[in-house]
């Protein structure tokens, strides 16, 4: 049995766009000012398909012709109001597709979906305006506390740690036992993750309590430092790391992630971060963000490094934006 067009599927809303598909490129279409449409093909009909920035400098270039072939995951449908033939769809639905979502494909690939694995795309090939990113095949290096951020009415925001994040809920009348009685018990538990789990989901609305005391809206996050599973080609002083930001993330999640372990990380969306510290790519997740754990010992050259305790005499031969683990007695403390 011949494959269906991948196209009629998708126009007539029978399958997703997102999946893994090939499609070749039947024309570009000059919309003036260095902009341009694609027009993609199954081999049974056409749609037009809106494209980023670097892929229009990669058609100015010359990088991407017609009768090219284009792997593509993550693609969106865009303006179709309901299922319709592909015969009666016009110019207003298309297909929405970005740099990271896309990747050349060799001559003789058979168009329309594939059903194998999704390309895993190294960060070195990664742009941050490049739309999202379908799959990574990363190590967590790092791993950094759990914030929250409390947005006020007039539009400031806040961001505390674990203890102050505490007492500003007892301030606020929460109550003192009850918190402390809740963090113990969660604390006291065995530290098997599934413990801990179904305590949280027996004490749903005691945490929801903590976060949703009266005019309050926080969302709780945390960073951790990410590397390629493989880093064969790549530096730390390229992007070779990236920043991975876990958000309307909550403690359970917070010790789900394990520093030194390999996940497949399937949905992210890149950003331009402020944060001039963090050299590489951002990344954050969302609703469709979905984590895989890949077991097994971590055997391929990788940028993961396990904590070690920095003595301070060692400090002032250090980097200036290294990181440093250390265990100090304070003797001292000066206002400057």
């Not at 990664?126 to 739309?131: A, I, S």
């Amino acid at each position: 049995m011949g494959q269906s067009s991948v196209l009629k599927r998708i126009i007539e809303q029978d399958d997703v766009a997102t999946k893994h598909m090939v499609l070749a490129i039947s024309d570009i279409v000059d919309l003036g000012n260095n902009s341009y449409m694609l027009k993609l093909t199954d081999g049974w009909y056409q749609i037009n398909a809106m494209i980023d920035t670097h892929m229009k400098q990669s058609i100015a270039n010359g990088k991407l012709k017609i009768g090219q072939k284009l792997s593509i995951c993550g693609a969106q449908l865009c303006g179709a109001n309901g299922p319709k033939s592909p015969l009666q769809a016009d110019s207003s639905t298309y297909l929405s597709i970005s740099t990271n979502g896309c990747l050349p494909a060799a001559w003789d690939k058979k168009l329309g979906y594939h059903p194998n694995k999704i390309p895993i795309r190294p960060l070195s090939s990664l742009f941050e305006d490049g739309g999202m990113v379908t799959m990574l095949d990363i190590i967590v290096c790092r791993k950094y506390p759990l914030l929250r951020t409390e947005t006020f009415p007039n539009g400031e925001k806040i961001t505390r740690g674990a203890q102050e994040e505490d007492s500003t809920i007892i301030r606020r009348g929460f109550g003192e036992q009850s918190l402390h009685k809740n963090r113990q018990d969660f604390g006291s538990l065995e530290s098997s993750t599934q413990s801990r789990r179904n305590y949280t989901d027996n004490n749903s609305e005691l945490f929801q309590d903590q976060q949703d005391a009266p005019d309050r809206k926080v969302s709780s996050y945390f960073k951790m430092t990410v590397c390629d599973y493989s880093c064969t080609f790549a530096t730390k002083q390229d992007t070779g790391m990236a920043t991975l930001t876990f958000s309307n993330a909550n403690e359970i999640h917070h010790m789900d992630i394990n520093e030194g372990s390999r996940y497949k990380v399937f949905f992210l969306t890149p950003y331009l971060s402020k944060a001039k510290w963090a050299s590489g790519l951002h990344f954050t997740t969302s609703r469709n963000t979905r984590w895989e754990v890949v077991p097994g010992p971590n055997k391929l050259i990788s940028f993961y490094e396990p904590r070690e305790v920095t003595q301070c005499d060692s400090v002032d031969y250090m980097h200036h934006l290294s990181e440093a683990d250390m265990v100090v007695f304070v003797l001292r403390k000066s206002r400057y």
